[in-house]
């Protein structure tokens, strides 16, 4: 059987997670244009790919 809620939620007996204050940066859009024809899809989807975590990473100070 599957429960809805987790045992001692129900009861009262765990309390609300606590709120924090976050932060959320947007850093400059990516563009991408077509690829080169010689370039297959899967190379094309792991060179976007790459580059989206790279952004993060400086994003986020790796």
Not at 31 to 51: G, I, L, V, Y
Request: cysteine-free; aromatic content about 4%.
């Amino acid at each position: 059987m599957l429960a809805a809620v987790e045992p001692g939620i129900a009861s009262g007996s765990r309390r609300l997670p606590r709120y924090h204050r976050i932060t959320v940066e947007f850093g400059m859009p990516l563009h991408w244009s077509q690829p080169p024809p010689e370039m297959r899809p899967a190379q094309a989807r792991r060179a976007a790919t790459d580059k989206i975590v790279q952004t993060v990473g400086a994003l986020s100070g790796q």
